[in-house]
């Protein structure tokens, strides 16, 4: 069966799940007015996306992003200190950007709600997690349906990053600052892991393994500090500042 030219294979075979409907897509021969209407057009509907994201963020002022799990609950210890953080940050001049959903997204917005400065929310339309987050400026919410696109926006408009616990999302961010910073495509911007125990085995791995086998060098363990307190993460953003005398009130 066919739709808009596209055959939907989930409609030929019903049994079939979302991953394996994704899996038979990929591997069937496309006809030409698929890859038109489809794999081409798409380039303006990304294009769109990139207009939208940089017409709404281009006078933000000075910002630092939030990364972190969605499935952390408010009870736990790092959203509260995730509200805490954002609070401090945007007390010294910074708006908040967060990925606009739910768990640390959500603590980091309202720490900026809370302490009456920029909130900004980038969302992503998910399947499961992904929902906007109530303490967001309703000028500044954004919505994305591409990753990349979304990871462009945190790293174009951040002026340091706030990584939280988190998952697969997370260390995506993570390495995507890093990754930037590391081959001079941005600044050197502060990046600050938070929760010294949660990272302890990824980073014990990137001096063991990665930097054992030469992948990475000595000074890319200097990319990111590890506190395990909002006064500490709000502590180092300010002293990076502080040493380049940049004012970053809005």
Not at 16 to 29: A, C, G, P, V, W
Not at 77 to 101: H, N, P, Q, S, W
Not at 182 to 196: A, D
Request: glycine letters at 8%; charged letters at 25%.
């Amino acid at each position: 069966m066919e739709m808009d030219g596209t055959r939907d294979e989930s409609l030929v075979n019903p049994a079939l799940d979302i991953n394996e409907t994704k899996l038979h897509n990929s591997l069937r021969q496309k006809t030409w007015d698929e890859t038109i209407t489809k794999d081409s057009w798409m380039v303006f509907k990304v294009m769109a996306e990139f207009v939208d994201g940089y017409e709404k963020l281009a006078k933000i002022g000075p910002c630092v992003s939030i990364f972190g799990s969605a499935r952390l609950k408010p009870e736990s210890r790092y959203y509260e200190m995730a509200v805490e953080i954002a609070e401090k940050i945007t007390k010294l001049g910074f708006g908040i950007i967060t990925g606009g959903g739910p768990g640390i997204m959500e603590a980091g917005n309202k720490g900026a709600f809370n302490a009456q400065g920029r909130s900004i929310g980038l969302n992503i339309d998910l399947p499961f997690e992904q929902h906007f987050n109530p303490y967001i400026n309703k000028s500044y919410s954004m919505n994305f349906d591409y990753f990349f696109v979304r990871k462009v926006m945190f790293v174009k408009y951040s002026q340091g990053f706030v990584v939280m616990p988190g998952g697969f999302g997370t260390l995506d961010e993570l390495t995507e600052a890093m990754t930037l910073i590391q081959t001079n495509k941005i600044g050197k911007f502060p990046i600050v892991l938070v929760g010294s125990e949660f990272w302890s085995g990824l980073l014990d791995w990137f001096r063991a393994t990665l930097l054992k086998e030469g992948m990475i060098a000595e000074d890319d363990l200097d990319l990111y500090r590890v506190v395990d307190t909002a006064d500490e993460a709000v502590a180092h953003i300010k002293a990076f500042y502080d040493k380049y005398s940049v004012n970053v009130n809005f």
